[in-house]
């Protein structure tokens, strides 16, 4: 069991809107450890998102983009994309299990 | 342009000592705030960060593996080597190697991937 919980899937039309949620505790993300964003194709090694919570590395597309609010933070793609099907993964430090810890995955479908 | 290249068996059986190395190029183990951080991830589930090391040898291992785990550096190679004692079917996984930054973060993140490498545990 995930320690930054995020829901299994979610779905969207192309041109949609779709939120990815990673949920922490006063440990991680709560205790103002920063969330960071990976996408991951099948088959393929992740690939980092968004760090820091909201920036963007060079050549990640603008419509992705990353917020952080109390104990959770959110992965946002405005316009959804045939290309943005793929599994995507919030990653933070807890100062509890004293290490770094993943969400569960999302797989994002567009429909 | 750093890459990052996992190296190691794809077989390995149960009780034996896994050793991989991560072979890089476009970075250097000797320089200020340069980390390497090994994960994995079973087929079909989560991530998992397992161990890192810094530039100052620095090192870092999951709590929950950390008397299986050990991490050293070849700084004139350019490698970062990772053992894991006693194997058990439940590792296997495919393991990846990674660059880590903070820039931009108060906190380090995983800024570029190895393509990662698929050790299978079985008799």
Redesign the interface.
Known sequence: Q?VLTQPPSVSGAPGQRVTISCTGSNTNIGAG??A?W?QQFPG?????LI???T?R?SGVPDRFSGSKSGTSASLTITGLQAEDEADY?C???DSR?????????TKVTVL | QITLKESGPTLVKPTQTLTLTCAFSGLSLSGDGVGV?WLRQPPGK????LAHIYWDDDK????SLKSRLTVTKDTSKNQVVLTMTNMDPVDTATY?CAHM?N??????????????TLVTVSS
Do not use: C, M
Not at chain 1, 97 to 105: D, E, R
């Open positions: 995930s450890y920063d960071h990976y393929t090694a992740p690939k980092l760090h820091g919570n920036n590395p993964y990653q933070s430090y299990l004293i290490g770094y810890v993943f969400g569960s995955g | 951080g989560a991530l998992e960060w870092r291992y999951s709590p990846y930054s820039w931009g973060s108060i906190h380090w993140y995983f800024a570029l991937w190895g393509r990662g």
